[in-house]
């Protein structure tokens, strides 16, 4: 069962139920606690449910009954499913494996991507994004490295001497970043600074994977975040455009369209 369908059964115990325990919904679906616990968060950010402690309750406000009591379907209550952002990350995080070090770049995608990747056991996470780095603390069985550094406040990640000099030595499987831009001529882009840190993190990684909507892609930011003979993957949505696309195929790129 993926994780999307996960998390719309929890919606049936918890709509069906009334309330459901952490321990119940692990039991029968035969995944952690954590993970559960972990959706349940989630599926509470997004107005879906009440949590408690050890458990969670449907709520009373919700808005998924109709003037006939009758509830809208799963794909209408839980629109995360059309956000291309949660198709990316599922397939970025089937590249993981276990015993697998990996790099978090800071930036709204790859937090989700460590929510993907909170189930998961023998990994170990090497990142400057705080967000992120909230997520996976939840699971003893993640080996978590958090670079020291300067707090960015509008990314919530650190940056600066210190959290590059954490890198050094680090050799990781893969590195996942972000992106404000991207195109075929000019790499990765953005309109923030603290970008620096990217590079060093890239030089540490045996494979680079940007992991990005098609929105970003032709956008040009001021800053160069990594040129494109330094990545190695993109996955994206498939509403990308075949002119960039093509540029990245004739450069050799890996591509993933989900």
Known sequence: ?????????????????????????????????????????????????????GGAAKRKDTGFETAGNKELNLSDRYNVAADPKRRIVAAAANLVREGDTIILDSGSTTKLLAEELLGRTNITVITNNLAAAYVLSENKDITLVVCGGTLRHKTVSLHGALAEYA???????IMFIGADGLDGQN?????????????????????????????????KGFNSVLPIDQIDMII???????????????????LLLV
């Open 236 to 254: 994206t949505d498939s509403d990308a455009p075949d002119t960039q696309l093509e540029i990245f195929r004739k450069n050799g790129m890996k």
């Open 187 to 219: 790499g990765i882009t953005t309109f923030n600074e603290g970008y620096a840190i990217s590079s060093v993190m890239a030089s540490a990684a045996n494979q680079v994977v940007v992991v990005t909507d098609s929105s970003k892609f032709s956008r």
């Open 1 to 53: 069962m993926n994780t999307f369908d996960r998390r719309n059964y929890i919606m049936d115990l918890v709509n069906t139920k009334g309330s459901v325990l952490v321990s119940e919904i692990s039991s029968e679906m035969g995944v952690s606690e954590v993970t559960i616990r972990a959706d349940l968060r989630l599926l509470e950010e997004r107005g879906l449910l009440t949590r408690f402690h």
């Open 167 to 173: 890198l050094r030595d680090v050799t990781a499987n």
